[in-house]
């Protein structure tokens, strides 16, 4: 059952957590979308390697 959503949550790219980017004190933007993060471990760990966290198709991979 889901109650009434006041705010989409996002789930943490790294490890899964439901963020609430209005909360979110970590956040990091590729392209035209954000992530947020739990921590700034998640949020280390995915901007040393976005690609492999994101699953955005529109951002082509450079290899
Ligand atoms: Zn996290």
Redo the contacts with the bound molecule.
């Keep these: 059952m889901i109650d009434k959503e006041k705010i989409l949550d996002t789930p943490?790219p790294?490890?899964?957590?439901k963020?609430n980017p209005q909360k979110a004190k970590f956040s990091s933007k590729i392209g035209e979308q954000s992530y947020y993060?739990?921590?700034g471990?998640?949020k280390k760990k995915f901007d040393l390697d976005p690609h492999k966290y994101s699953n955005s198709n529109e951002y082509p991979l450079d290899e």
Excluded at 14 to 17: E, F, H, P, S, Y
């Design positions: 943490d790294v490890c899964g957590l963020i993060f739990c921590s471990e998640c």
